[in-house]
């Protein structure tokens, strides 16, 4: 009885194994990074850790599933057959419904334990943050600046392996059962950036040199500015020298220069990042250590 269980056991595996193999995905994926198409060769490519894209190219309605992460785990799926990878994927739990058009620019790399679902209904209904359409075909495009861990959100810079694996397929719920197809899997190598300057504001606050100087009949005015940059690298909470009042917005930093809305603030940091000097008014802004 045990050899025929096993046995059985055996065909149907070489069953699933074959119907995956079988299964046409309908649709590929292939990575653009600065504008640039990315070749994927024997299920690998090599990419700098910054900013990159997930082009799916699919003909109408679609739900996709997909898993990112580094651990032994996904490694192993990985590096197995289809029909491992097909039974990984179908285990990945639902990660939360996401909002349209990829606002977040991110995906979960949580090592397969949950997903990110992907879906496209129409041209105003998906979750890619752009779509364009060449002949039969439809292309979305979903930016990945960010990883979301168990632990905390990462930006891609900032993961903490060399390679990421990607695994991601085709699922709809039949009666409540996930069905899986259409299987891919791929690893990216990661080719460390270094910034021509070597220092980041990013996670860093700065506050104005000097004392507060508060006047009589406004309360809170006379603060010292200061300004405290999000470890996202792309936000910043501030308040302006003698304000009362806070602001929030955006940031970059290119070089030594970090431009704050769009070039309404900028500043220059010192090459050893211990202070930033205002452009305009050439106040001095010391790092809080």
């Known amino acids: 009885m045990p050899n025929l269980m096993k046995n059985y056991l055996t065909f149907l595996l070489l069953l699933l194994s074959f119907w995956a193999f079988t299964q046409k995905s309908g649709y590929k994926v292939s990575i653009l990074q ?21 082009v799916y190219k699919f003909t109408g309605k679609n739900d996709w599933a997909l898993i990112a992460g580094s651990n032994d785990k996904i490694t192993n799926a990985y590096q197995g057959d289809v029909t491992s990878q097909l039974i990984f994927i179908s285990n990945a739990e639902f990660g939360g419904a996401d909002g349209y058009f990829n606002e ?14 992907i879906i496209y209904e129409d041209a105003t209904h998906h979750r890619f943050d752009s779509i364009y359409t060449k002949g039969k075909w439809i292309y979305g495009v979903r930016t990945i600046e960010n990883l979301s861990t168990r ?44 910034n021509e300057f070597p220092y980041t504001v990013k996670g860093k606050e700065y506050i104005e040199e000097g ?79």
């Open 151 to 194: 632990e905390s959100p990462l930006l891609v810079e900032d993961w903490p392996s060399k390679y990421l694996i990607i695994g991601t397929a085709k699922t709809k719920y039949n009666n409540g059962v996930k069905e899986t197809t259409g299987t891919q899997f791929f690893k990216l190598n990661f080719i460390k950036v270094e």
């Open 104 to 117: 977040d620019k991110s995906i979960r790399a949580w090592n397969g334990d949950i997903e990110t679902t």
């Open 34 to 54: 600065d504008g640039k198409n990315i070749k994927i060769k024997k299920h690998e490519a090599t990419v700098n850790q910054a900013p990159f894209a997930l």
């Open 211 to 289: 004392e507060a100087e508060y006047q009589d009949g406004c309360e809170g005015c006379g603060n010292l500015g200061s300004y405290k940059f999000l470890s996202n690298g792309k936000e910043v909470d501030f308040l302006r020298s003698g304000s009362d009042t806070g602001g929030f917005g955006n940031y970059t930093q290119i070089g030594d220069q970090v431009i704050i809305i769009e070039g309404e603030l900028s500043f220059t940091i010192s090459p050893d990042g211990s202070f930033m000097t205002h452009n305009k008014y050439g106040t001095i802004y010391n790092l809080v250590k």
